[in-house]
């Protein structure tokens, strides 16, 4: 299973949100590059990198610090989302070297916009599916959809997505551990791997995920235990090594 750090770009820094709010968030770095080589070095075999900006502004604002980093580390396994809205975007992406893309609100708000990415990019394409009450937020979890969020999940799956990224937003930045319980429900409705994400506090939140990795969870993204210093990576990512599988790096 692999321990992802996530770095979420906001305004050319290093920050992390409590619950998706742009106005309640913590600076940790005012250097993406270093922090990422500082996950590097710990043993991170893939990175999580979200441009905040762009998930609220609906398209990229800091490319620019995410192609620095990509070149930095070319052997590296890296996922972006925020601000994905077009085909454009996603291949300006995959052709500076970044391995995956997330699409959150578009796919909801534009389901066709997935299978058609898919078909043009496929195996590059994630789906973030950022949740509260087993009902799925968008435009940067502002607001609440009508949408199931496993229902939304069997459907990208039949669409050819690689992989879903489940957030649970209630959770997310809080330290208030993994909602372990709707991570697992998900993974056990579809095929394609889960990458759990939200809540992740300690190395306990690890170990449990690692008892239900088999169930299909690929991955866990952490952001705030890392950059606090409750969770140490390096050890969580040994932890992590010892369970589920790691084909899909």
Not at 21 to 45: C, I, Q, Y
Not at 204 to 216: M, N, Q
Not at 220 to 247: K, M, P, W
């Amino acid at each position: 299973m692999l321990v992802i750090p996530a770095i979420d770009l906001k305004d050319g820094t290093c920050v992390r949100l409590r619950q998706g709010r742009m106005d309640d968030n913590t600076v940790f770095s005012d250097d993406p590059l270093a922090t990422a080589a500082r996950w590097v070095e710990a043993g991170a075999k893939r990175l999580h990198i979200v441009d905040l900006n762009g998930a609220f502004e609906g398209k990229p604002v800091n490319a620019a610090i995410i192609h620095r980093i990509v070149e930095h580390f070319p052997e590296l396994s890296i996922q972006v989302g925020g601000g994905i809205r077009n085909e454009t975007t996603v291949e300006t992406y995959l052709n500076i070297g970044v391995q995956f893309v997330i699409i959150g609100t578009k796919a909801v708000t534009t389901p066709h916009f997935i299978s058609d990415i898919c078909i043009e990019f496929p195996g590059h394409v994630i789906v973030g599916l950022d949740a509260k009450d087993g009902k799925v937020a968008i435009d940067g979890w502002s607001k609440l959809s009508h949408h199931d969020v496993i229902d939304l999940a069997q459907n990208f799956e039949q669409n050819g997505v690689s992989a879903i990224v489940y957030t649970d937003i209630s959770r997310d930045g809080m330290m208030q551990g993994l909602n372990i319980e709707a991570t697992v429900r998900l993974a056990q409705a579809i095929n394609i791997p889960v990458i759990a994400s939200g809540g992740i506090t300690t190395l306990d939140d690890i170990k449990a995920l690692c008892s239900v990795a088999d169930e299909g969870i690929m991955g866990a993204i952490t952001g705030r235990a890392i950059y606090e210093g409750t969770l140490d990576f390096a050890e969580a990512q040994r932890v992590a090594n010892g369970c589920g599988s790691t084909h899909f790096v």
